[in-house]
């Protein structure tokens, strides 16, 4: 089936071998690929027998299909069911082509809570050209040729260079000139708004001018996308079908689909009750049955199920923020959240079963604390149920990638529960907790959090003796030791937003003492051998907060600097100052704080004679 075509594994895990030259069509493919790209499909729910029967007989749907070039915006409010009739498109166009026979099928779904390849416009690109590299290489020889002549002058893809939207997005529109020429194209892009608003709206052009500009051929052309309801997105009324005009059928099937296990004689009741005040949301839907389940188990009657059906809010923020309030456990529940919300990538269940255990208020001198404490849970199964009562089932595990391996990974149930929580559900957490705070300081205080767990994992003990060992940690060993090392200081800064107090972080450092500094990038240097961000020996604090503009962090350092007999221009392996490591990435703020002691040596030099204005020079930072 075409829905396949792009099967990652052949190329990604084929080995080549040494005696052969490898083939560039194949190594430029391997270049594109990336683990998760074809998984997101398979967290969506397919249709249920019964429902989207309507799609074929859509008088948008019909035009869409029968035109030469067309484009079809499913829309939808948050949870409306626009990721599943997009599936269902997606699969009738591969076994009923509205094309004919000769037809390439081209597919993406956006994943907001997953990778950063899975949201973006490059991950995009990268699968759309992947897919048509598999279906029909020699239109893509510029790209293949591209490829071949930067590694043969920059070097190793992913290593010395990158692939940049723009030049894929142009790769791709040059190659459907040719495709075009002998095969009619599908496109079928999901969840436009999960890469974000701007995003949406630029590829929603970019779509627009393809269809518009693409000239004449004999074969035709056609893009299928889903969104959510963005008014800046125009498109004319007679493109688009709107989910909550034409689901309240499909909700109904659902519903009884769902509640056909009842033993309550009038099921069709309840069901009715259900839908009648979904509003077209689906998400709402099974939220609800969910509790009517739950309910009829506990041996709940009629009367008792209908009442709660009316008291539910038919609003799905609203229904979020009534599970929120019934969490038992609100601390460790604001715990995982947190970590679910900003973790920069999706954790996997092992990875988030060490985080929870750690509270950086107090946090354990090592892994077998850890393993002692009562927040630890030592087996899956009772991990999954874990996430599910400490989320009251906003949040789920599903399987997706990790280096091409399949993992168990930890998300929420829909971009929805995200959104929520971001917007209000962690400063309904916070409040709950008995302290107020604006959403905006919700979430900073959430990375702030993150940032110390990070930093107390690091300190553990285990972690110093293997390192001191000199062996390279096995992941199952010390799974969360990447993300921590990797991570930490990504979420200081984002801490910093609203002007928290960076104290708490200094004490999980052990500052003034520099050893687990010292600690962290040995740990970095392991585990990042070929990143060119990897700190150097004889890096400090002080470097640290200046190259990434810690500015509250470092404030509160110079604030405690003469007292502790700090040396200001302290100097890792190259030579290089904090100054210097703030005027070259021009953090004119780091500057200034650090020109304000009156210590610094504006003319130090490193091991290349280079002092700190030589670096803004030549990055071009301006005083």
Same mark, same amino acid.
């Given at each position: 089936?075409?829905?396949? %075509?792009?099967?990652?594994?052949?190329?990604?895990?084929?080995?080549?071998?040494?005696?052969?030259?490898?083939?560039?069509?194949?190594?430029?493919?391997?270049?594109?690929?990336?683990?998760?790209?074809?998984?997101?499909?398979?967290?969506?729910?397919?249709?249920?027998?019964?429902?989207?029967?309507?799609?074929?007989?859509?008088?948008?749907?019909?035009?869409?299909?029968?035109?030469?070039?067309?484009?079809?915006?499913?829309?939808?409010?948050?949870?409306?069911?626009? @990721?599943?009739?997009?599936?269902?498109?997606? $699969?009738?166009?591969?076994?009923?082509?509205?094309?004919?026979?000769?037809?390439? !099928?081209?597919?993406?779904?956006?994943?907001?809570?997953?990778?950063?390849?899975?949201?973006?416009?490059?991950?995009?690109?990268?699968?759309?050209?992947?897919?048509?590299?598999?279906?029909?290489?020699? &239109?893509?020889?510029?790209?293949?040729?591209?490829?071949?002549? $930067?590694?043969?002058?920059?070097? +190793?893809?992913?290593?010395?260079?990158?692939?940049?939207?723009?030049?894929?997005?142009?790769?791709?529109?040059?190659?459907?000139?040719?495709?075009?020429?002998?095969?009619?194209?599908?496109?079928?892009?999901?969840?436009?708004?999960?890469?974000?608003?701007?995003?949406?709206?630029?590829?929603?052009?970019?779509?627009?001018?393809?269809?518009?500009?693409?000239?004449?051929?004999? &074969?035709?052309?056609? !893009?299928?996308?889903?969104?959510?309801?963005?008014?800046?997105?125009?498109?004319?009324?007679?493109?688009?079908?709107?989910?909550?005009?034409?689901?309240?059928?499909?909700?109904?099937?659902?519903?009884?689909?769902?509640?056909?296990?009842?033993?309550?004689?009038?099921?069709? +009741? %309840?069901?009715?009750?259900?839908?009648?005040?979904?509003?077209?949301?689906?998400?709402?839907?099974?939220?609800?049955?969910?509790?009517?389940?739950?309910?009829?188990?506990?041996?709940?009657?009629?009367?008792?199920?209908?009442?709660?059906?009316?008291? *539910?809010?038919?609003?799905?923020?609203?229904?979020? #923020?009534?599970?929120?309030?019934?969490?038992?456990?609100?601390?460790?529940?604001?715990?995982? %959240?947190?970590? *679910?919300?900003?973790?920069?990538?999706?954790?996997?269940?092992?990875?988030?079963?060490?985080?929870?255990?750690? #509270?950086?208020?107090?946090?354990?001198?090592?892994?077998?604390?850890?393993?002692?404490?009562?927040?630890?849970?030592? #087996?899956?199964?009772?991990?999954? $149920?874990? *996430?599910?009562?400490?989320?009251?089932?906003?949040?789920?595990?599903?399987?997706?990638?990790?280096?091409?391996?399949?993992?168990?990974?930890?998300?929420?149930?829909?971009?929805?529960?995200?959104?929520?929580?971001?917007?209000?559900?962690?400063? +309904?957490?916070?409040?709950?907790?008995?302290?107020?705070?604006? @959403?905006?300081?919700?979430?900073?205080?959430?990375?702030?959090?993150?940032?110390?767990?990070? %930093?107390?994992?690091?300190?553990?003990?285990?972690?110093?003796?293997?390192?001191?060992?000199?062996?390279?940690?096995?992941?199952?060993?010390?799974?969360?030791?990447?993300?921590?090392?990797?991570?930490?200081?990504?979420?200081?800064?984002?801490?910093?937003?609203?002007?928290?107090?960076?104290?708490?972080?200094?004490?999980?450092?052990?500052?003034?003492?520099? #050893?687990?500094?010292?600690?962290?990038? $040995?740990?970095?240097?392991?585990?990042?051998?070929? &990143?060119?961000?990897?700190?150097?020996?004889?890096?400090?604090?002080?470097?640290?907060?200046?190259?990434?503009?810690?500015?509250?962090?470092?404030?509160? !350092?110079?604030?405690?600097?003469?007292?502790?007999?700090?040396? *200001?221009?302290?100097?890792?392996?190259?030579?290089?100052?904090?100054?210097?490591?703030?005027?070259?990435?021009?953090?004119?703020?780091?500057?200034?704080?650090?020109?304000?002691?009156?210590?610094?040596? !504006?003319?130090?030099?490193?091991?290349?004679?280079?002092?700190?204005?030589?670096?803004?020079?030549?990055?071009?930072?301006?005083?």
């Amino acid at each position: 089936m075409a829905y396949f %075509i792009h099967s990652v594994a052949l190329i990604s895990r084929r080995g080549i071998p040494s005696s052969e030259k490898p083939d560039p069509l194949q190594e430029c493919q391997k270049s594109l690929a990336f683990p998760e790209m074809n998984s997101r499909p398979n967290d969506i729910d397919d249709a249920v027998d019964g429902t989207c029967d309507w799609l074929p007989l859509h008088a948008t749907y019909i035009n869409w299909a029968g035109s030469d070039r067309g484009l079809l915006w499913i829309k939808g409010k948050p949870g409306s069911g626009k @990721s599943t009739l997009l599936k269902h498109v997606l $699969r009738r166009v591969e076994t009923k082509p509205v094309m004919g026979d000769e037809s390439i !099928i081209l597919s993406f779904f956006f994943h907001g809570r997953g990778s950063e390849l899975q949201k973006t416009p490059l991950g995009l690109f990268r699968s759309l050209l992947y897919q048509l590299l598999t279906r029909v290489p020699d &239109s893509l020889s510029l790209l293949v040729d591209a490829f071949q002549h $930067r590694c043969g002058t920059i070097g +190793t893809v992913g290593n010395k260079w990158q692939w940049h939207t723009r030049e894929l997005r142009d790769f791709f529109e040059s190659s459907l000139l040719m495709v075009l020429e002998r095969w009619s194209v599908v496109l079928c892009v999901d969840a436009l708004d999960e890469c974000g608003e701007e995003n949406a709206v630029h590829l929603v052009e970019c779509f627009k001018l393809l269809i518009k500009k693409l000239p004449p051929t004999t &074969s035709r052309f056609k !893009i299928c996308f889903s969104c959510r309801h963005y008014p800046i997105l125009e498109l004319d009324y007679r493109s688009e079908i709107c989910m909550e005009d034409e689901n309240m059928r499909d909700i109904t099937v659902f519903v009884k689909t769902q509640l056909s296990t009842l033993r309550i004689s009038s099921a069709s +009741t %309840i069901a009715d009750a259900i839908t009648s005040r979904a509003l077209g949301v689906f998400m709402w839907a099974r939220l609800v049955v969910e509790r009517v389940l739950a309910l009829e188990r506990r041996g709940e009657g009629l009367k008792k199920i209908e009442a709660e059906i009316r008291r *539910i809010p038919p609003e799905l923020d609203a229904l979020y #923020d009534e599970l929120v309030r019934s969490m038992e456990d609100m601390a460790m529940s604001q715990r995982m %959240i947190q970590w *679910i919300c900003f973790s920069t990538k999706p954790l996997s269940t092992e990875e988030l079963r060490w985080a929870l255990s750690i #509270d950086p208020d107090h946090p354990p001198k090592s892994l077998r604390q850890c393993q002692e404490s009562e927040d630890y849970t030592s #087996d899956d199964e009772t991990m999954e $149920r874990r *996430i599910k009562t400490l989320s009251c089932g906003l949040a789920e595990t599903a399987w997706s990638f990790e280096q091409w391996n399949p993992i168990s990974i930890v998300q929420f149930i829909h971009q929805s529960v995200k959104d929520y929580f971001i917007e209000k559900g962690l400063s +309904t957490l916070a409040a709950l907790r008995g302290s107020v705070v604006l @959403s905006s300081l919700a979430v900073s205080r959430a990375h702030f959090s993150l940032s110390r767990a990070c %930093i107390s994992y690091l300190a553990m003990e285990e972690i110093a003796w293997w390192i001191n060992d000199g062996q390279r940690h096995p992941s199952s060993v010390l799974p969360l030791m990447d993300y921590a090392a990797t991570s930490w200081v990504y979420h200081a800064k984002q801490g910093e937003a609203e002007g928290i107090c960076q104290e708490g972080l200094l004490q999980n450092i052990g500052w003034p003492s520099e #050893d687990r500094v010292q600690l962290w990038v $040995r740990i970095y240097r392991e585990v990042m051998r070929s &990143s060119s961000d990897c700190p150097l020996e004889g890096t400090s604090l002080l470097h640290i907060v200046s190259r990434y503009k810690l500015t509250q962090l470092l404030s509160v !350092i110079l604030q405690k600097a003469e007292k502790l007999a700090l040396d *200001i221009n302290c100097r890792d392996n190259d030579g290089w100052t904090p100054l210097s490591r703030a005027a070259v990435e021009g953090h004119k703020a780091i500057v200034k704080l650090l020109l304000a002691t009156g210590k610094v040596d !504006i003319d130090a030099s490193d091991k290349d004679g280079r002092t700190p204005l030589s670096h803004a020079a030549e990055h071009g930072h301006k005083a």
